[in-house]
């Protein structure tokens, strides 16, 4: 596992973890606005991005490898944990270590409760289709369909793309199975998460699959003081992934105490 920072590391310590398949970068333009006033750091996790040649082994042992480093880098306590899908479910694993871990949390369209058939269909799809997804030759085309399939603002600036060529073909097709099998077919929210003092928010798109959205009403169950979120006419990670300015737009003034004026449940 490696780490990005940005900011000054004397100030409030916000950790954003990114989805699988991904790297750091899916979090960077987001990083760089809240980097004015927090210190932002921001994980690769094993098997991925750069640190793809360390095998990935599960939600819980990332989560040992990430609570060491908040413990030997940030004194044990963080203001902001925020993870998408991936990363959204090892934010819910680190809530549930310790109550005081960190302030406020997001957890953007995470899985509570294990989906075995889910994660078979997928390991299934890598196997089969592998090739075609994670090539760099599929990797470019996805990038140049993007504009055709997605409005303008969603689309990746040029950084992104860059990035998105350079780690995307050499993630592991060990990483992918070994992340289907513990993310959506073995995992299950602790019931230690009770205990967290921290402010949550759960966010799904409003197109999720409905196992998401049965995700942040169990988390919500655990936990009662947790706000849901559901993000009006988009579909899995769109606000963490596609659209940095819409996420700042909902994420700061909750880290500000403030009203976001956004619906919730």
Known sequence: MTFHEFGDDTRPHIMLIHGGGNAW???????????????????TLDGHGEAYQTPYVSTERTADQLMDYIQRHCGGHLFALCGVSLGGQIVIELLARK??????????????????????FCIASVWLFG????????????????????????????????????????????????????YMAQYRVKESVRNSHAQVMYWYGEKEMKCVKNSARMFQQLLPTCRIYEAKG???????VYLPEEWLRIALPFFEGKDPNTPGE
């Open 131 to 182: 090739w075609m997804l994670f090539s760099e030759w599929a990797c470019r085309l996805q990038l140049k369909l993007m504009p055709k399939l997605l409005p303008k603002e969603m689309t990746y600036p040029q950084e992104i793309q860059e990035y998105y060529l350079q780690d995307m073909p050499r993630t592991p097709r060990k990483t992918l199975y070994t992340m289907y099998r513990t």
């Open 25 to 43: 970068w899916n979090y960077l333009r987001q990083a760089r606005v809240l980097a004015q006033h927090y210190h932002v750091i921001l994980p």
């Open 99 to 120: 109550p005081d871990l960190t302030e406020k949390a997001i957890v953007d369209g995470s899985l509570c409760y294990p989906q075995p058939m889910m994660a078979r």
């Open 234 to 240: 988009y579909g899995h990670g769109y606000l963490s």
